[in-house]
């Protein structure tokens, strides 16, 4: 139930997580399970497990090349005080957010009831960082947001493609990197025969109709959620995870994140080590390589020990945000001088602004509701939207459709430092939605009228319709081509590369883990070949 709170943070647990496993080991001699050393010289760091981190590990070390992965937030690893390692969504906790003292859950309200509620302090696994016009949900630990996204893992239409990556041959990503990604990532459709009559899709079924009698394309899109896990969940033979609601705080069985795919392929290598815990504040040019100078923190946030590194080639994969901020921050202080005017341009949302719809009583959406996606509605081509059928796990029946839309919003934002503080901002403007809202509503507008529906009020406070407060699909900031060449090679310094979705102008018209992992495939294939 929505209503119900549970609150269990025992300091014991707390202090539990503070751990953090392996060995110290000896400068230049790292091995699997190692521990990050000061002082240590690595041929490759990675700053980030997300996609493209984890693709950039994986395949350097199948090329022999050893590599040292760094990232901020925790190795989801330790059970907490209820026996789970995850917490649910409908009970967010300790564990739930990334140092905050209270819950920033995107959707804030239910029936009136605002949801948000205290919690201790702690390395969680969602982050919800707010700037001036726009909170931007990231995950937080090893896997980066492979661990709280929805699995939704759509290539885009092919015809789309120019306009997301104008420099990158079309030909080459469909035929090669995108089955790549796809197979690395364990990307599978949901069986429909089995879709057609689960219980816990009844509010996609719900959708389709509705979709499909206004007219609407209604398309099927893969998962990597483990399908034959869901059907034994549904059959009861299984312990629930998307069953229960899990997906934002983590999911305690069932989905494929790359800790499971990518990240654990990289680590069976023995040359990838990774320390979690570990933030990168700061890399500049050493003597034919990079000092990097990286915060070991606990879980408070509180920083422990700060340790210098030097690395040969460092790889920026932390994520569209944290890739961006690092270096528009040590471009404006002279750390990383050689880098060009492009950095902390063309960052976009993906044009994400989310809805609701009330339905009649008769189109029950269902008290079970499935956490992974399915389905899309695709008014793309003609609206300028493509709409998520996603679902309102709450336990309780809402006769409620709910929706997240990636639309071709055309607005796009830059960071910004001011070098006496080192503060880095992004200059987003709130209004900048109403293009997305108006391009949502291509779709909603019309299945409300044919449907004799209206939107929900109750979702995202004070009487409003549209959640246009966040995205979850931040993307650009240090963009393909502009502030790097065609690979991900950063302009002004050889031997740094950004590999993940910094490098995507701002929108991929679907969601868009896929084509950060197929961007990232061809990119490292490159440099392989090239650099190493
Ligand atoms: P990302 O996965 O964010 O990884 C970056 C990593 O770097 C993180 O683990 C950070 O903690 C770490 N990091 C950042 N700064 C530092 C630092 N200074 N030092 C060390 N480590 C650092 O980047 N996409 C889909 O395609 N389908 C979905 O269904 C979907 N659902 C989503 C639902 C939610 C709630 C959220 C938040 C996102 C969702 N996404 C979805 C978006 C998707 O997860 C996101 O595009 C990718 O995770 C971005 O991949 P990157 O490799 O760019």
Known sequence: MVSRRRFIAGTGSLLGALAVPGTAVAAGRLTAGARLTA???LPVLVIGTGYGGSVAALRLAQAGVPVHMVEMGMEWKTPGPDGKVFANTTRPDHRSFWLRTRTKQPLGNFLGFPLDKDVPRYTGILDAEEFGGITVYQGRGVGGGSLVNGGMAVTPRRENF?????????????????????????????????????????YARVGRKHAQRSGFPFVFVPNVYDWEYMKREAAGTAP?????????????HGKKTLRTTYLARAEATGRVTVSPLHKVTSVAPAGGGYTVVIDELDTTGATQATKTVTADKVFFAAGSVGTSKLLTRLRATGALPGLNGEIGEGWGDNGNVMCGRANHMWDATGKLQASMPTAGIDNWAAGGAFAEVAPLPTGIETYASFYLSITANPHRARFSCDPATGQVELNWQTAWKQPSIDMAKTIFDRINTREGTIYRTDLFGSSRIW?????????????????????????????????????????TSVNPFVTITALAERNIEEIIATDL
């Open 240 to 252: 629930r995870s998307a069953l229960e609601g899990e997906v934002l705080y983590g999911n305690n």
């Open 467 to 507: 959640g246009d407060h966040l995205t979850y699909h931040p993307l650009g900031g240090a963009v393909l081509n502009r502030a790097t060449d065609n690979y991900g090679r950063l302009h002004g310094h050889p031997g740094l590369y950004v590999i993940d979705g910094a490098l995507i102008p701002g929108n």
């Open 162 to 202: 120019a306009a997301i990556l104008p420099s990158v041959n079309a030909d080459e990503m469909y035929a090669v990197h995108y089955p790549r990604a796809n197979a690395g990532l364990g990307v599978h459709p949901v069986d429909p025969a089995w879709w057609e009559s689960a219980a816990c899709y009844q």
């Open 39 to 41: 002082g240590t010289r």
